[in-house]
Every structure is written in C-alpha cells, then in structure tokens.
C-alpha cells in the first residue's frame, strides 16, 4: 500500500514572511535614500555628476537627429547639462541648462535673445547672466567651436 506523504505547509509559509521581509528592508531603504536626498541643503542638482573636478568637454554630431535642431538658426539642444543654442546671427552659444534657482531646465528663446525656465520664468542672457529672477545666479557659459567639415560642435570650458 503507498501511502502518501504531504509537504508540511508550514515551510512555505516561513518563505514568504522571510521573502516579505527582505521586500520590506529593501523598500524602506529607497525610501530612507529619497527621505535623505529630499531634505539635503543642495537645491540644485549636480549638472554633471561625477563631482566638480570634470570639466565639461562635450562634442556634438550634427548628423545625427538628437542634434538636428542646430542645423536651424534659432534651434537649441540639451545635453549633459549644457544647454546649446545656435542664434538667429547664426552664432553657437552654450550655458548650464540647469536653472540656478531650482535647477528647471531651461529653454533658448531666439527672438527674445535670451533663456527662459519655464517653472518659475527666471530669464537669462544669452551669456548666463540673470535677467529677471527669482534666480539671481547666473548660468555657466561655455566655450563653443564647431567644425563645418565634420559637421560637429565642441562645448568646452
Ligand atoms: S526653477 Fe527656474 S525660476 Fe525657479
């Protein structure tokens, strides 16, 4: 005769209460980290993580669609925290794209000649310096060549 042996039930039930407390642990952890970065004196985010010793050194391919806007006088791109805009005089400007007020990222406004954030409307011009706040810290400019053969622009400091 066979007889039938059962799998005690109480061992599953130990791996979930084990399992729910290891979700439990890890969730109150990134809530501790969010916790921690909210409540932080910083209230602007690093533009450039990877700490304030890199230098920005960004070259961008106009060829490629995530650049094409500035083939087109008045057109702007954000990347790597750089905000660079080629002006209606057909010049290539760039600036941190984080406003210095709480580190919205701002748009370029070719008529107007300026940036604008579009959360709380600080203005800056097209050099960084505040034009109309809340923000009273200007962006950081940078240094742009761009090299017509290859058709790229480098942003630098
Ligand atoms: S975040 Fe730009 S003006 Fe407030």
Avoid: W
């Avoid at 799998?7 to 439990?24: I, S, Y």
């Amino acid at each position: 005769m066979e007889k039938l042996v059962s799998t005690p039930k109480k061992k599953n039930t130990l791996e979930r209460k084990e399992f729910m407390k290891q979700v439990g642990i890890g969730f109150g952890g990134i809530l501790l980290m969010n916790c921690l970065q909210a409540c932080s004196d910083s209230e602007i985010p690093d533009p450039m993580p990877g700490g304030s010793g890199d230098k920005v050194d960004i070259t961008l391919d106009l060829n490629l669609t995530a650049n094409n806007s500035l083939n087109t006088l008045g057109g702007f791109v954000v990347s790597g925290g750089v905000i660079v805009a080629r002006t209606l005089d057909d010049n290539f400007i760039a600036v941190s794209s984080a406003c210095t007020h709480q580190g919205t990222t701002i748009n370029y406004r070719a008529a107007e000649k300026d940036f604008l954030c579009p959360l709380h409307l600080s203005e800056f011009s097209e050099t960084g310096a505040v034009e109309k706040g809340p923000a009273t810290s200007p962006l950081t400019r940078y240094n742009v060549t761009s090299d017509e053969t290859a058709n790229t622009v480098r942003i630098f400091e």
